[in-house]
């Protein structure tokens, strides 16, 4: 717990002197939004429509976005090798790591999502479905883009090679996210997807901490 | 890379590896700090394999990467040690004016230079009690000072029965009649 | 633990085993594949709803349980291989991986040119298709990351952990058309209750797979063979083997 | 207990609640049908509890049984249409394209498309799902009567001779 505590306040201290590694990827997540419509055409009904997956599709990017500097300060500057040598509880620094890489780059995605909402010109109980599955399914994207980032930290080529590994593990997210919005802009019930994104969330929390620990454990090894 | 090392360490000893640019002296700091695995052969602390002891417990590793975060101060290194590495609860602010720092405790690292960065990054000898210490190149990057203060700091640890294991071309037989010394031989 | 598994551990013993299995491996696979094929795909008698676009099952259906058979094997050998450290597991893991990749890119074409008369479509976004596409993606995610570390240690231990928590996918593959309403059949001869398929096209349905499961050990083994050669080439047992072989062939020449 | 152990023990005992939390929220998605679409009935008369009701120009999936009789084809193009129902309602969906094989009259299957009017839809994509048995037609014939084979329909491709895969009358000279 002591050590949730320090990695958490060294990961926010980081945060708050490194703001283009936090802002960078919301940004490029507004721009990219603001292309679509330029791109298809503001045609209201086609961009109400094929809105969710947009929204998906940038949120997961710009999550990607982010992913690569996880933990690759860490290992450049030796602090991973000086906690993995001294057996510190390593499983609280990745958890640490993980929230705080949630709270910074998928909380504010929440937070404007209202903004997007009205840009893509969708009604208020589309909206309401894209903030439960972004609640939902960004925790998971999160988590799934550590495991990348900690699966390719010594590797040559690791940026690319992390979306190539990661980016599949989102396709089921991705079908059962926009399917939900889907619905719920069909005016169907779409508890039954959120169901099955809160479980691959649950089966994500408790798994993939593990797996980022011994990947980390590797790379330093 | 290396075949055929064997060597013991007792409490109270300093052990100095020495060898040519690209021996093996790095890697087999790493084995010794059970980072990597020998391909043949054992780790053995208090005459168990390190992996089924307390030996990660005992052990305080520095390698030649100093684990300073360039934008972090040294105070905040200094606090995020404590926590994490379970250190002695200590002034920050007298550890850093002990290394020579007095004054420089709010700035970022990145503006230090690299024997002050080197500093900050040894500090966690004066908040650890752990036993064995292993240090890869700690005399890198430090003026003369500096490196009197560590090998005063080293005798004091010596002294309360801890070890050392570490890597450097610095003679020590002067300060340290005591200690040992693992030639490693480049073999092709 | 596993004190059984050390002497097949050691590079050596396990080259020679897989030098004695190949050869036997391989006549039993073609025989099978053979028989199976051309019983399958010429004298079983037609579907009474599908006709004759049925029998691609006799490829698809062999190749998509073995590309997750293949999976599951190179997750044991990767479990191994984490845990107890065999580095002939971590061989083993980049052995079985392209074989896998290509049964399951077998499986989603024949899958492919069977939905489009059947279903209607080519392909549909559904949990059984979805799921079988991401085992191909998992299984190049295991070769591309072996490949890309300079250290080829930390390369194979990262993909042996990637293809362990790819794992997860497997119950979902096989479970996908049960769980969800999907376009996919149901499963026809995996289910615990009497396989819903006529005696007439089971038996060469049966003999295809067997024959898949034989070429696909045939191929780990062969492929297995190359990768001690290549990662022992400097150890003293293989230079002995290849001096000898040299002799034997100088000595049949003269 | 030392600190050590009792942060594993911490660590393993919400592992598995995360695990017991995932397995429960897969069965309650599982009791839910995911894969929604509407059926002739609820087209009509609303869906759940507030009666809602599509409106014409929105994207929908429907589902039924095809009604037997009522597949209409154009003679030149591919056009055709067909009634589904499914308890009582009739909707009529228009279509082009090529129908899959295993589109029978009698039989269930999906249309995605968007709604005309009140009971029209246009689809864009016809889907028939079929089972998992598998027999030659003598034996489908002799378990099942001739249940999955309308009698003039013994051989699926001679049913549809616009639409049918090629194969399928070859495979019904074979048979005889």
């Given at each position: 717990?002591?050590?949730?505590?320090?990695?958490?306040?060294?990961?926010?201290?980081?945060?708050?002197?490194?703001?283009?590694?936090?802002?960078?990827?919301?940004?490029?997540?507004?721009?990219?939004?603001?292309?679509?419509?330029?791109?298809?055409?503001?045609?209201?009904?086609?961009?109400?429509?094929?809105?969710?997956?947009?929204?998906?599709?940038?949120?997961?990017?710009?999550?990607?976005?982010?992913?690569?500097?996880?933990?690759?300060?860490?290992?450049?500057?030796?602090v991973?090798?000086?906690?993995?040598a001294?057996?510190?509880?390593?499983?609280?620094?990745?958890?640490?790591?993980?929230?705080?890489?949630?709270?910074?780059?998928?909380?504010?995605?929440?937070?404007?999502?209202?903004?997007?909402?009205?840009?893509?010109?969708?009604?208020?109980?589309?909206?309401?479905?894209?903030?439960?599955?972004?609640?939902?399914?960004?925790?998971?994207?999160?988590?799934?883009?550590?495991?990348?980032?900690?699966?390719?930290?010594?590797?040559?080529?690791?940026?690319?090679?992390?979306?190539?590994?990661?980016?599949?593990?989102?396709?089921?997210?991705?079908?059962?996210?926009?399917?939900?919005?889907?619905?719920?802009?069909?005016?169907?019930?779409?508890?039954?997807?959120?169901?099955?994104?809160?479980?691959?969330?649950?089966?994500?929390?408790?798994?993939?901490?593990?797996?980022?620990?011994?990947?980390?454990?590797?790379?330093?090894g | 890379?290396?075949?055929?090392?064997?060597?013991?360490?007792?409490?109270?000893q300093?052990?100095?590896?020495?060898?040519?640019?690209?021996?093996?002296?790095?890697?087999?700091l790493?084995?010794?700090?059970?980072?990597?695995?020998?391909?043949?052969?054992?780790?053995?602390?208090?005459?168990?394999?390190?992996?089924?002891?307390?030996?990660?417990?005992?052990?305080?590793?520095?390698?030649?990467?100093?684990?300073?975060?360039?934008?972090?101060?040294?105070?905040e290194?200094?606090?995020?040690?404590?926590?994490?590495?379970?250190?002695?609860?200590?002034?920050?602010?007298?550890?850093?004016?002990?290394?020579g720092?007095?004054?420089?405790?709010?700035?970022?690292?990145q503006?230090?230079?690299?024997?002050?960065?080197?500093?900050?990054?040894?500090?966690?000898l004066?908040?650890?009690q752990?036993?064995?210490?292993?240090?890869?190149?700690?005399?890198?990057?430090?003026?003369?000072?500096?490196?009197?203060l560590?090998?005063?700091?080293?005798?004091?640890?010596?002294?309360?029965?801890?070890?050392?294991?570490?890597?450097?071309?610095?003679?020590?037989?002067?300060?340290?009649?005591?200690?040992?010394?693992?030639?490693?031989?480049?073999?092709? | 633990?596993?004190?059984?598994?050390?002497?097949?551990?050691?590079?050596?013993?396990?080259?020679?085993?897989?030098?004695?299995?190949?050869?036997?491996?391989?006549?039993?696979?073609?025989?099978?594949?053979?028989?199976?094929?051309?019983?399958?795909?010429?004298f079983t008698?037609?579907d009474?709803?599908?006709?004759?676009?049925?029998?691609?099952?006799?490829?698809?259906?062999?190749?998509?349980?073995?590309?997750?058979?293949?999976?599951?094997?190179?997750?044991?050998?990767?479990?191994?291989a984490?845990?107890?450290?065999?580095?002939?597991?971590?061989?083993?893991?980049?052995?079985?991986?392209?074989?896998?990749?290509?049964?399951?890119?077998?499986?989603?074409?024949?899958?492919?040119?069977?939905?489009?008369?059947?279903?209607g479509?080519?392909?549909?976004?559904?949990?059984?298709?979805?799921?079988?596409?991401?085992?191909?993606?998992?299984?190049?995610?295991?070769?591309?990351?072996?490949?890309?570390?300079?250290?080829?240690?930390?390369?194979?231990?990262?993909?042996?952990?990637?293809?362990?928590?790819?794992?997860?996918?497997?119950?979902?593959?096989?479970?996908?058309?049960?769980?969800?309403?999907?376009?996919?059949?149901?499963?026809?001869?995996?289910?615990?209750?009497?396989?819903?398929?006529?005696?007439?096209?089971?038996?060469?349905?049966?003999?295809?797979?067997?024959?898949?499961?034989?070429?696909?050990?045939?191929?780990?083994?062969?492929?297995?063979?190359?990768?001690?050669?290549?990662?022992?080439?400097?150890?003293?047992?293989v230079?002995?083997?290849v001096?000898?072989?040299?002799?034997?062939?100088?000595?049949?020449?003269? | 207990?030392?600190?050590?152990?009792?942060?594993?023990?911490?660590?393993?005992?919400?592992?598995?609640?995360?695990?017991?939390?995932?397995?429960?929220?897969?069965?309650?998605?599982?009791?839910?049908?995911?894969?929604?679409?509407?059926?002739?009935?609820?087209?009509?008369?609303?869906?759940?509890?507030?009666?809602?009701?599509?409106?014409?120009?929105?994207?929908?999936?429907?589902?039924?049984?095809?009604?037997?009789?009522?597949?209409?084809r154009?003679?030149?193009?591919?056009?055709?249409?067909?009634?589904?129902?499914?308890?009582?309602?009739?909707?009529?969906?228009?279509?082009?394209?090529?129908?899959?094989?295993?589109?029978?009259?009698?039989?269930?299957?999906?249309?995605?498309?968007?709604?005309?009017?009140?009971?029209?839809?246009?689809?864009?994509?016809?889907?028939?799902?079929?089972?998992?048995?598998?027999?030659?037609?003598?034996?489908?014939?002799?378990?099942?009567?001739?249940?999955?084979?309308?009698?003039?329909?013994?051989?699926?491709?001679?049913?549809?001779?616009?639409?049918?895969?090629?194969?399928?009358?070859?495979?019904?000279?074979?048979?005889?």
């Amino acid at each position: 717990m002591v050590m949730f505590k320090a990695a958490f306040v060294r990961e926010w201290r980081l945060l708050a002197r490194q703001k283009a590694d936090w802002l960078n990827p919301l940004m490029f997540f507004l721009i990219v939004l603001t292309l679509f419509p330029l791109g298809i055409g503001a045609k209201p009904n086609l961009l109400a429509e094929i809105a969710p997956g947009i929204i998906w599709i940038a949120a997961l990017l710009s999550v990607l976005l982010g992913a690569e500097r996880l933990f690759k300060d860490d290992f450049r500057q030796g602090v991973l090798e000086q906690l993995v040598a001294a057996d510190e509880p390593m499983l609280f620094y990745v958890l640490a790591k993980i929230i705080s890489s949630w709270c910074s780059t998928a909380l504010p995605l929440l937070l404007i999502s209202p903004l997007i909402a009205l840009l893509l010109g969708l009604d208020a109980t589309a909206w309401l479905a894209v903030l439960l599955t972004l609640l939902l399914g960004t925790p998971l994207l999160n988590l799934l883009a550590a495991l990348g980032a900690a699966l390719t930290l010594s590797a040559d080529k690791g940026g690319i090679l992390l979306a190539l590994l990661i980016l599949p593990l989102y396709i089921p997210l991705l079908i059962f996210a926009s399917a939900a919005v889907d619905n719920a802009s069909l005016g169907l019930d779409y508890s039954g997807q959120l169901a099955v994104l809160s479980a691959m969330l649950c089966l994500a929390l408790a798994l993939v901490p593990l797996a980022v620990l011994k990947a980390l454990k590797l790379n330093v090894g | 890379m290396f075949e055929a090392v064997n060597l013991q360490l007792a409490a109270g000893q300093l052990l100095q590896i020495g060898g040519k640019n690209g021996a093996g002296k790095s890697s087999l700091l790493r084995i010794l700090a059970g980072l990597a695995r020998p391909d043949e052969g054992a780790v053995l602390w208090q005459h168990q394999p390190i992996d089924d002891s307390d030996f990660p417990q005992n052990l305080c590793f520095i390698g030649h990467l100093s684990g300073v975060q360039p934008q972090l101060t040294a105070l905040e290194h200094l606090e995020f040690w404590q926590a994490a590495f379970g250190l002695q609860p200590a002034d920050g602010y007298r550890v850093l004016a002990t290394l020579g720092l007095a004054g420089l405790e709010d700035i970022p690292c990145q503006l230090l230079s690299a024997g002050q960065q080197r500093r900050v990054s040894l500090a966690r000898l004066w908040l650890t009690q752990r036993l064995l210490w292993i240090l890869d190149e700690p005399f890198t990057a430090l003026d003369q000072s500096a490196i009197v203060l560590l090998q005063q700091k080293f005798t004091e640890h010596l002294s309360r029965g801890g070890a050392i294991i570490l890597t450097t071309h610095q003679p020590l037989t002067q300060h340290f009649p005591e200690a040992q010394l693992l030639e490693l031989a480049y073999r092709w | 633990m596993f004190k059984w598994l050390d002497p097949y551990a050691k590079p050596e013993t396990l080259y020679r085993l897989c030098g004695l299995w190949f050869p036997w491996l391989m006549t039993a696979a073609f025989i099978s594949l053979l028989i199976g094929m051309v019983w399958g795909l010429a004298f079983t008698p037609a579907d009474y709803q599908q006709g004759d676009s049925y029998r691609i099952i006799h490829i698809h259906v062999p190749a998509a349980i073995w590309s997750m058979g293949a999976y599951s094997s190179m997750a044991i050998a990767a479990l191994i291989a984490l845990v107890w450290q065999v580095k002939a597991a971590q061989w083993a893991i980049g052995a079985i991986a392209p074989i896998g990749a290509v049964f399951t890119v077998i499986a989603l074409f024949t899958g492919a040119a069977w939905g489009k008369p059947m279903w209607g479509t080519w392909w549909v976004w559904d949990a059984r298709l979805t799921s079988e596409l991401i085992l191909l993606f998992l299984y190049l995610g295991v070769i591309a990351l072996s490949g890309a570390f300079a250290d080829r240690q930390t390369g194979a231990k990262a993909s042996a952990l990637l293809a362990l928590v790819g794992v997860v996918n497997l119950p979902i593959i096989h479970f996908s058309v049960e769980w969800w309403n999907t376009l996919h059949q149901g499963a026809t001869i995996t289910k615990f209750a009497k396989p819903s398929i006529d005696a007439s096209m089971l038996w060469p349905l049966l003999i295809s797979i067997l024959a898949f499961g034989l070429w696909l050990a045939a191929l780990t083994c062969l492929r297995l063979k190359t990768a001690i050669l290549q990662n022992e080439q400097h150890r003293p047992w293989v230079r002995q083997l290849v001096s000898s072989s040299l002799k034997s062939s100088v000595i049949k020449e003269g | 207990m030392n600190p050590r152990r009792k942060q594993r023990l911490m660590a393993v005992s919400a592992i598995l609640l995360l695990l017991s939390g995932a397995v429960g929220a897969m069965l309650y998605a599982l009791q839910e049908n995911v894969d929604l679409f509407y059926t002739p009935t609820q087209l009509l008369e609303g869906f759940g509890k507030d009666k809602i009701k599509p409106v014409p120009g929105q994207r929908l999936r429907i589902g039924g049984m095809v009604v037997p009789g009522s597949v209409k084809r154009d003679e030149s193009t591919l056009k055709v249409s067909f009634d589904l129902v499914d308890t009582g309602p009739i909707v009529t969906v228009h279509y082009e394209g090529i129908l899959p094989d295993l589109f029978r009259e009698g039989q269930g299957i999906v249309a995605q498309g968007t709604l005309l009017d009140a009971t029209n839809i246009e689809a864009t994509e016809v889907l028939a799902k079929h089972d998992e048995e598998y027999m030659p037609p003598e034996v489908a014939e002799a378990m099942k009567g001739i249940k999955h084979v309308p009698p003039a329909k013994t051989y699926p491709g001679k049913t549809y001779p616009a639409t049918s895969a090629p194969v399928a009358p070859a495979a019904a000279e074979v048979q005889q």
